[in-house]
């Protein structure tokens, strides 16, 4: 089969057999070409149902958990969107596809600078990087009216609630560093709204408002 047939396969099998249904998903899932954001090593495995490496002993995540993670932000095309975790530059291009802007912070320069060439030869002009702590969120373009981070964290980060508009949305996995729960809340005068979403399983958090590197020998 060919990417593009794997790919078409992936959304039917994976997503919408598993109740994703936001329409602006799934397009954006049958158009951008995840072998892109994979190590030539592992391409042929680019539309299985798993994680994948993708260097500093980080991963890119399931098709289906970035499926979920999307929805659930519950975006609108003029929205501004904060990325915590570009790792391969995967999720950021399927946010790009959907909202209006989208920024995207990653502390391995080496990640942040490959998901940059990937994403300029696919030709995305809405997406802006920065190599740093993501816990700290990125205040020069707040407020964000959603927040989506990709690694795991012991509790929602407070600036990443600070750049946060009024009625917006983050997705985080909270939780200890070998399972967390995904969870979706919502800011509503002031204070946060928590939704449960599902376990899962994420890379750690790693800065001044997440865990420290000295919280888990193996980081
Ligand atoms: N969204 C990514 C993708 O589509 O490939 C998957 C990201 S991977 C599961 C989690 C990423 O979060 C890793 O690349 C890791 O280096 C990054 N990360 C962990 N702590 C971070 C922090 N404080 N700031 C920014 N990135 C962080």
Known sequence: MTY?????????????SRH????????????VPREEFIPKKNRQDAYGD?????????????PFMVALMTQALELREDD??????????????ILAEIAK????????SELSERAQATLKKLGYKN????VGDGTCGWPQHLPYQAIVVTAGAPHIPFPLIEQLSEGGRIVIPIGGTFG??????RKSVGSMEEERI??????????????HKDDRNSF
Not at 4 to 16: C, F, G, N, S, Y
Not at 20 to 31: E, H, L
Not at 127 to 130: A, E, M, R, S, T
Request: glycine share 10%.
């Open 198 to 211: 599902c376990g899962c399983v994420f890379v750690p958090l790693i800065g001044k408002f997440g865990w």
């Open 80 to 93: 501004c969107v904060l990325e915590i975790g570009t790792g391969s530059g995967y999720q950021v291009a």
């Open 101 to 108: 802007k989208v920024f995207t912070i990653e502390r391995f």
């Open 127 to 130: 997406i802006f990087f920065h």
């Open 4 to 16: 593009e047939e794997q790919r078409q396969q992936m959304v039917q099998t994976q997503l919408i």
């Open 20 to 31: 994703i249904c936001d329409s602006r998903v799934i397009k954006a899932f049958r158009k």
């Open 180 to 185: 967390q729960t995904l969870i979706r809340a």
């Open 50 to 62: 798993y994680p994948l490496p993708i260097g500093e002993g980080q991963t890119i995540s399931q």
